[in-house]
């Protein structure tokens, strides 16, 4: 069965760029890793089986790719675009700023716990899933949500305590 690239990207562009600039919170960067996914992908077309395979591996390719570039930005550190504003959604979340200061917090997780997350909540994969993608046992995909959820929920409350809400 021979995949249609043009369809593949038309399917999964915004997907893989929501990713990268969930992941990586800069515009440029999560413009240039998105594009290098789907010329890495055109590379490797060939070994591509179906649409479904098509998205899992740009899935697993835009988290690891993103995982690599925070870790290289850590060495090099960038001024980010985090004023741009980000494409509007069809659905209005009812607080804004709980969404923003989740955003804030989601990003200061450490790289992979931050990958979970976002697959998770995201793109509403399961932990099986998930656990296929990044390379890593159900149990330690079970273990990152936890944890970061309890480290989310903690800092949530915290910021609700010195705001006397």
Known sequence: MAIDFASVVNDNQA?????????????????????????????????????????????????????????KRKLRPAVGLESAPEPASLETPGDLFLLSRIRRMVQALPEKAKAVVLLRYQEDLDPTEISEMLDMPVSTVKSHLHRSLTLLRGHLRKEEMACGV
């Open 15 to 71: 997907m893989v760029f929501s990713l990268a600039l969930r992941f990586l919170r800069n515009r440029e960067i999560a413009e240039e890793l998105a594009q290098d996914v789907f010329l890495q992908f055109y590379q490797n077309l060939g070994r591509i089986e179906s649409p479904a395979h098509a998205t899992w591996w740009l899935r697993r390719s835009v988290c690891h790719r993103s995982i690599d570039e925070v870790r």
